[in-house]
């Protein structure tokens, strides 16, 4: 079997760990007998819009194509591109066009990885955040009035569509009843803000009925992060709207540890259209070039790829390696308490991979 893969490297430390995913994933490919076909792409990335103007070309769908998955690094060079211009003009774009409604982020406590919450054994902590991935909060619908007056008024409007809701539920509930412990928890704030999240725990109370084996509460998302923080081990799938499921999805790694070593999946459930595989973190300006990121995340986001694709072997057998490096000092980062450069790290999981 082949797959084709476009490979996005973007700004900063993704050009460093991209390669180091490659190298990975094409160890698998060479263990498991099947083959990765790369295209490789210059741009979403700020080196791009200081050479053309813009973040992609106008034609940045032909070039991409229909490849099976899009593996990409990170985006972001806040010196020379406003953070809002280069998200918006490539990720954001990525996500809309192909309908990648889901964001999904594994919360795991991986062994070697110093977890900042006291007490805490590798594997007790083991859930998923759901992030709703293309409406809610972040919408375009608003504006400015009296700009630069006193009167000065300014309104940006959530957007809840039935069938937006209901997919990223059917999708988390989904998930649920895929894991032993069977549980949901949503996010939500129908105390405060009252009209679009009072849906939002309607559409929940709907879908649940059609999971009947699968537990679930909801909870009003300033307890909820609270409760990350003191009781990460009783969650099992958490689902959230744009934003919230955003917060949660940051907070969540961090709990776990670092986040050098998170993963995600922008995923179109469909098929419709490609699904994209990307570290949680950014480009990381202030270690960029030195070759001392971590390129875990960047390699379990290859190994969500794979089980996407359907080469579910291939991705366990890479997390495996992963937790097999992570173990030892002298093949993890300096992020981690280890000391191991980029390379190092990478080469180590390909080669645990056998
Ligand atoms: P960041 O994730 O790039 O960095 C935050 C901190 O974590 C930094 O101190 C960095 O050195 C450290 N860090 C991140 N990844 C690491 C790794 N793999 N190994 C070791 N240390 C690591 O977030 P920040 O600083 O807020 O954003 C920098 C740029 O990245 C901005 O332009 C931002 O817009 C962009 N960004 C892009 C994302 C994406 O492409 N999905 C996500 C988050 C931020
Ligand atoms: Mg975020």
Redesign the pocket.
């Known amino acids: 079997k082949s797959y084709r893969i476009a490979v996005i490297p ?5 050009k460093e ?1 991209v390669p180091e995913g490659v190298r990975v994933l094409e160890a698998a490919a060479a263990r498991f007998g099947f083959t990765i076909e790369q295209q490789w792409h210059d741009f979403a990335c700020c080196d791009y819009y200081a050479r053309h103007g813009a973040m992609m070309p106008e034609d940045w769908k032909e070039r991409i194509g229909a490849p099976d998955a899009i593996f ?7 010196a020379t591109v406003p ?1 809002h211009v ?2 918006w003009g490539s ?1 954001i774009q990525f996500r809309r066009e192909y309908d990648q409604y889901v964001n999904l982020r594994p919360v795991r406590l991986m062994p070697g990885v110093p977890c900042p919450l006291a007490g805490r054994e590798p594997g007790s902590i083991d859930f998923w955040v759901v992030r709703e991935n293309t409406e809610g909060e972040y919408s375009s619908v608003g504006g400015r009035m009296f700009p630069g007056t006193e009167r000065e008024v300014v309104i940006q409007e959530t957007v809840m569509t039935r069938h937006g809701v209901d997919r990223i539920l059917a999708y988390a509930f989904d998930l649920a009843q895929s894991r032993p412990k069977k549980h949901l928890t949503s996010a939500t704030k129908s105390n405060g803000i009252a009209i679009t999240m009072p849906y939002w725990d309607e559409r929940v109370e709907a879908m649940a009925r059609k999971y009947p084996d699968v537990r679930w509460d909801k909870q009003h998302i300033d307890i909820l992060t609270a409760q990350f923080v003191l009781h990460p081990d009783r969650f099992d799938v958490v689902v959230g709207s744009n934003l919230f499921g955003d917060i949660l999805s940051d907070l969540g790694p961090a709990c776990a540890g ?4 998170a993963p995600s999946g922008n995923i179109n459930p469909s098929g419709a259209a490609p699904s994209l595989f ?10 960029a070039g030195k070759g ?7 390699i379990w986001s290859a190994a969500m790829m794979l089980d996407h694709l359907g080469e579910r072997e291939a991705a366990a057998a890479i997390l495996s390696a992963i937790e097999t490096v992570l173990a030892e000092p002298a093949l993890r ?3 981690i308490k280890g000391r191991a450069d980029t390379v190092t790290c990478g080469k180590a999981i390909a080669d645990a991979l056998g």
């Open positions: 973007g700004d900063g430390i993704g760990v990409f690094g990170a985006v972001g060079w806040p953070d280069s998200l990720l670092t986040i050098g070593i990307e570290p949680v973190h950014g480009s990381a300006p202030d270690i001392i990121a971590n390129p875990v995340g960047q980062t300096a992020d």
